[in-house]
């Protein structure tokens, strides 16, 4: 039996506070190409999605914090059949550049395309992508689930060692804890987790560091 190729992710980090954002395509000669937080720098995104041939369908958004969205629109306007989406609870900060932080450099909105919600199941790259809920570094912060190839987006809700900040506009540590428990008790152990900054790491292992019991 012919195993099926693993989804291709490339990754470049992005922007003031180094965002990782990640090109995921359907395998390493694929065109179609899912982007995961394209954070800033829009002009060497371009140019790598250029270099590789690829033309992103889908733009997934873990929630509406500036320095996650900041190159949305560059994105959108070289893509415009690029779907942008996002949580529907991120509404208000995507559409308030008071809310999502953008003060830190710039004021940065984005209208996107479509709202999401716990439970979602996107059909993307010939794989499902599903809307996990996460609330608590933000109201609408989401992980990305892709089940066939064990991988988790994680945005500002995982890290290595480490989880988001809730002390901005929405955040509430009570809710981020609740979450990080749901996420890591739910999910295979060998679930490869790609955070929105720093580097992987596994359920398994942030379950450990966590001390959450199965
Ligand atoms: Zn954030």
Redesign the pocket.
């Known amino acids: 039996m012919k195993m099926a190729e693993p989804l291709w992710i490339g990754g470049l980090v992005a922007g003031p506070v180094q965002t990782n954002c990640y090109i995921v395509k359907h395998d390493e000669n694929g065109k179609e190409a899912v982007l995961i937080d394209p954070g800033d720098d829009s002009e060497h995104i371009l140019a790598v999605l250029e270099k590789m041939g690829a033309v992103p369908t889908d733009i997934l958004l873990t ?1 509406g ?1 500036f ?2 969205i900041m190159a949305v629109n560059e994105v959108k306007a070289a893509f415009p059949s690029c779907k942008v989406s996002i949580s529907e609870a991120e509404r208000p900060m995507v559409e308030n550049a008071d809310l999502n932080s953008s003060f830190f450099s710039g004021t940065y909105e984005i209208s996107p395309d479509a709202w999401l919600k716990d439970g979602d199941v996107l059909h993307l790259l010939g794989r499902e992508f599903r809307v996990i809920a996460t609330p608590g ?2 109201a609408g ?1 989401v992980c990305y689930y892709v089940p066939e190839d064990g991988v988790l987006f994680s ?2 809700t995982v890290f290595f060692e480490s989880y ?2 809730t002390d ?1 506009p929405t955040g509430r540590s009570d809710q981020i804890f609740e979450s990080l428990k749901n996420i890591l008790t739910a999910l295979p152990g060998e679930t490869v987790i790609l955070p ?1 900054h720093g580097p992987q790491t596994t359920a398994a292992h942030e379950r450990m560091i966590e001390g959450f019991e199965l």
Request: net charge negative.
């Open positions: 929630h914090h320095d996650h570094h933000t912060s945005g500002d988001g900040r901005l929105g």
